[in-house]
T-cell receptor, first 112, second 114 residues
């Protein structure tokens, strides 16, 4: 059973516009969420995180929003740049089992 | 550079063989995680160690085993290899376990079973 879901396998956005990547989770016990970026032939790189006590966290061009009642989080990238083209993974930390549970990823393509 | 080192980067081996993947965590990190990524799929959690002890287990096959040594490096042993074991294997480390902190990933080992 997929506890963290990224239902959009891919997304294309024009350079300079906003990219919105979405993630849903099923376990209400998750209390910490992370986004990772992955380039081909490299390991995932930590991007930004949010605790369940917050609904928004911002770091430069990246903002993560958390809607606990809907069990939904999203990553906004503004403005999008060609270098942002990568696979983005959403993850949740299950502090009960100490596991980071990942979604299947969304491939973002930013068009110049 | 995440500070997590995985060796080797690439491994090609035959079915039925056994291989060992090695991971050195970031300095000071006590937790080590192993993940498998097959064919551009998601990251499947295999196993986690904290300060030398197994802490959590995912869908890890019985043919696979891992350990974390006193110097905190970890090894993932894959035996009786099958074609379907071909995948990217990632190691990650974090400072502590169960708290709000991020894990840092190595570059991965690409295993090809022929």
């Amino acid at each position: 059973d997929q506890q963290v879901k990224q239902n959009s396998p891919s997304l294309s956005v024009q350079e300079g516009r906003i990219s919105i990547l979405n993630c849903d989770y099923t376990n209400s016990m998750f209390d910490y969420f992370l986004w990772y970026k992955k380039y081909p032939a490299e390991g995932p790189t930590f991007l930004i995180s949010i605790s369940s006590i917050k609904d928004k966290n911002e770091d430069g061009r990246f903002t993560v929003f958390l809607n606990k009642s809907a069990k939904h989080l999203s990553l906004h990238i503004v403005p999008s740049q060609p270098g942002d083209s990568a696979v983005y993974f959403c993850a949740a930390l299950d502090s009960g089992t100490y596991k980071y549970i990942f979604g299947t990823g969304t491939r973002l393509k930013v068009l110049a | 550079d995440s500070g997590v080192t995985q060796t080797p980067k690439h491994l090609i081996t035959a079915t039925g063989q056994r291989v060992t993947l090695r991971c050195s965590p970031r300095s000071g990190d006590l937790s080590v995680y192993w993940y498998q990524q097959s064919l551009d799929q998601g990251l499947q959690f295999l196993i986690q160690y904290y300060n030398g002890e197994e802490r959590a287990k995912g869908n890890i096959l019985e043919r696979f085993s891992a350990q974390q040594f006193p110097d905190l490096h970890s090894e993932l042993n894959l035996s009786s290899l099958e074609l379907g074991d071909s995948a990217l294997y990632f190691c990650a480390s974090s400072v502590v376990t169960g708290t709000n902190t991020e894990a840092f990933f190595g570059q991965g080992t690409r295993l090809t079973v022929v």
